[in-house]
């Protein structure tokens, strides 16, 4: 993992330019991030082989990408939520995200802050409980958070205001702070980088990507 944004922006200049040991680096240091929005909006069966397919994208159209590490962040997301969509509607379901805000009702958290529901985030427990929040405030805490892009960066890339997505972002927050004091034990709370599984099928890998970018290099 790289330690800092000059660093990613480094590497992303260096892969721009067709560097394919710098892209590996990039891809490292996003990957399990980006996976891990993707696994919010499919569900974690289909989340590797909607990830493969973003990947790919990004490296045919990586040159083109202008902007430091924290864009390319939100250029990726952006590109994975079109790819989690584009699969949602050939699959004919909604998106895995979602849930019903009355089973808070009637059940204070001892602590209402959004501060313990970061402090969460941040000592790695799971993303299920992401799961039980409303789609725009599950999207907006994986984004500002997990991703940890900016309000403008992740209301780009929901194609909202930076207003609204803050909102929503404090919202979830609080939520996840109330249902991790009322279910403490759920899979205890809330993974911010969540472990990678094998690849199955063909899920893709960095070396698979870095073969992409030079076919296409080659065929322009």
């Not at 994208?57 to 962040?73: K, V, Y």
């Amino acid at each position: 993992m790289l330690g800092d944004d000059a660093e990613l922006t480094a590497a992303l200049r260096a892969a721009q330019d067709g560097d394919e040991t710098a892209f590996r680096t990039v891809y490292r240091a996003v990957h399990p991030r980006l996976l891990g929005y993707v696994r919010t909006l499919v569900g974690d069966h289909d989340a590797e082989d909607v990830a493969s397919e973003a990947w790919l994208q990004i490296a045919r159209d990586l040159e083109r990408f202008d902007g430091d590490a924290d864009r390319f962040r939100g250029w990726a997301a952006r590109i994975a939520r079109n790819r989690a969509l584009d699969h949602i509607r050939m699959r004919g379901r909604r998106p895995a995200i979602g849930g019903d805000e009355t089973e808070l009702t009637g059940r204070p958290a001892e602590s209402d802050t959004a501060g313990e529901a970061m402090e969460a985030l941040a000592t790695g427990n799971t993303l299920s409980l992401i799961a039980r929040l409303p789609q725009d405030q599950a999207e907006a805490v994986v984004l500002r958070v997990v991703m940890g892009l900016d309000a403008k960066s992740a209301a780009e890339t929901l194609g909202k205001r930076p207003g609204a997505v803050r909102t929503a972002a404090h919202r979830g927050l609080k939520r996840l702070a109330e249902l991790l004091a009322c279910d403490p034990e759920s899979g205890g709370g809330l993974d911010a980088l969540p472990p990678q599984r094998e690849p199955r099928g063909p899920a893709v890998t960095s070396a698979s990507v870095t073969h992409t970018r030079a076919r296409t290099q080659k065929d322009m």
